[in-house]
Nanobody, 124 residues
Framework: QVVLVESGGGLVQPGGSLKLACTASDRTFFEYPMAWFRQVVGKDREFVAGINGSGTSQVYQTSLNGRIRISRDNAQNMIFLQMDNLKPEDTATYYC?????????????????WGPGTQVIVSS
């Protein structure tokens, strides 16, 4: 069982930046592909970015257009999501997720473990 906990959400003005973090409890964290998803109430959970176990491969939602960057620090059992030039439509609850099978997936049902989420509000 992997316990994931997100942090770093909050209120930010349009054009601002946030860096989200996710801490994993499992010692074998470095083996797991991880991802960030986001969800707005009433809508499906949406893939934001994913990263492989070693951190050498990343996949991004194309519509986010270079405004985000996913990274990981396996020594600290953490992944990060740097978000720049934030827009009101980025407002959502952001979740980190881990999967035990190899490969980065954009489908939320491919992930086995989820954090409780951290809320990001982009508003002036």
């Amino acid at each position: 069982q992997v316990v994931l906990v997100e942090s770093g959400g909050g209120l930010v003005q349009p054009g601002g930046s946030l860096k989200l973090a996710c801490t994993a409890s499992d010692r074998t964290f470095f083996e797991y592909p991880m991802a960030w998803f986001r969800q707005v109430v009433g809508k499906d959970r949406e893939f934001v970015a994913g990263i492989n176990g070693s951190g050498t491969s990343q996949v991004y939602q194309t519509s986010l257009n270079g405004r985000i960057r996913i990274s990981r620090d396996n020594a600290q059992n953490m992944i990060f999501l740097q978000m720049d030039n934030l827009k009101p439509e980025d407002t959502a609850t952001y979740y980190c997720a881990a999967k035990t099978a190899v490969g980065i997936e954009a489908r939320s049902d491919a992930y086995d473990f989820w954090g409780p989420g951290t809320q990001v509000i982009v508003s002036s």
